[in-house]
C-alpha cells in the first residue's frame, strides 16, 4: 500500500538485522529517502539509537523464533513495498573438515537460509496485494557454486546457496501476487562481518544496492546480482 503524507507517497519497508552494519546504513538510507522503515534488532538497538527520525520503527525480531517473528508481523499496520532480508552470521572458519561444528553449521543455516523465508511466510498477507513488492535477500558471492574455487567457509557458503534456491523456487508462486525477488551480492563490505580489510565502504555497498533495487522488475525476479551490478553465476 502506498501512504500518502502531505501529498506526498510514502513506501514502507522491513530490515532485518538492522541494528548495526549493512542492515543499519540500509535504514538510514531508506529513511532520508523518504521511506517508513520497520527495524528489526535481535537484542540491542545499536545504531538504531541515533537515528531521529518519526517514519522509524525498531521492533525487537529474532529471525529463528517464529514467536518473535509473529509479534513483529502483527505491529505491523501497513502493506509493505520492500522487505530487505539481511539479518545473517558467518560460520566458524573451520580449520579442517574434521572440525566443522555441525551445531553451529545448522545455526548458521538457520538464521542465513530459514530466517529469509519465516519472514516471507509471516508477511506475505502484507507484501501481496499492491503495486509490484520487492524482497531482496541478502545473499552472498560465497553462495556461488561456480565461484568456490577456494572452498572453506562451509556452513556459510552452503547457508547463502540454499537461500538462493529458497528465492528461486519461492518466486514463481509469488510472481502471481507481484512479488519479486532480487538476490544480492552485497561486495567484501567493512562491517564486524567484513572486518577491517574489506575494500568496500558501506556506503558504496548499499548505494549500489539501492540503485539495483529501484530498477528491478518483475521480469528479473530472481536475479543473482552484485551490489555493482555485475549478474552472478550460481
Ligand atoms: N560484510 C560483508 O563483507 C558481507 C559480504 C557478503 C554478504 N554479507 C551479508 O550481509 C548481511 C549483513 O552482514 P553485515 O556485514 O552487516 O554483518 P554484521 O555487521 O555482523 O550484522 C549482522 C546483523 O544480523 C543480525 N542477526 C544475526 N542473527 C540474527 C537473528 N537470529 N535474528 C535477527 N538478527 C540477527 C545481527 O544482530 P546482532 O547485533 O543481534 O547480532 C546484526 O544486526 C549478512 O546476511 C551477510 O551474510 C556481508
Do not use: Q
Not at 517473528?69 to 532480508?85: A, G
Not at 566458524?92 to 530459514?114: C, H, K, M, Q, T
Not at 544496492?209 to 529501484?214: F, I, P, S, W
Amino acid at each position: 500500500m502506498i501512504l500518502m503524507l502531505g501529498g506526498n507517497i510514502m513506501r514502507v519497508a522491513v530490515v532485518t538485522g538492522a541494528n548495526r552494519g549493512i542492515g543499519n546504513f540500509w535504514t538510514s538510507k531508506l529513511l532520508e529517502e523518504g521511506w517508513k522503515v520497520y527495524a528489526g534488532y535481535r537484542n540491542d538497538l545499536g545504531g538504531l539509537k541515533i537515528i531521529e527520525n518519526s517514519n522509524l520503527i525498531p521492533l525487537k525480531l529474532d529471525v529463528t523464533n517464529n514467536d518473535s517473528i509473529s509479534e513483529f508481523s502483527m505491529k505491523i499496520d501497513d502493506n509493505i513495498d520492500l522487505l530487505i532480508n539481511n539479518a545473517g552470521v558467518p560460520d566458524g572458519r573451520w580449520r579442517s573438515v574434521e572440525e566443522i561444528d555441525d551445531e553451529w553449521a545448522l545455526e548458521v543455516i538457520n538464521i542465513n537460509s530459514l530466517g529469509p523465508v519465516r519472514m516471507v511466510k509471516s508477511l506475505y498477507p502484507k507484501l501481496k496485494g499492491g503495486d509490484l513488492t520487492k524482497i531482496i535477500m541478502i545473499s552472498s558471492l560465497m553462495g556461488s557454486i561456480d565461484d568456490c574455487k577456494i572452498g572453506r567457509s562451509y556452513a556459510y557458503r552452503a547457508s547463502k546457496t540454499a537461500l538462493n534456491m529458497f528465492a528461486v523456487s519461492m518466486k514463481k508462486e509469488c510472481l502471481e501476487d507481484n512479488i519479486s525477488f532480487l538476490i544480492l551480492h552485497p561486495g567484501w563490505v567493512k562491517t564486524r562481518m567484513g572486518g577491517d580489510k574489506a575494500p568496500v565502504e558501506l556506503e558504496d555497498s548499499v548505494n549500489g544496492m539501492m540503485k539495483l533495487v529501484e530498477n528491478h522488475k518483475l521480469e528479473d525476479s530472481g536475479k543473482f546480482m552484485s551490489f555493482d551490478g555485475k549478474e552472478i553465476n550460481w
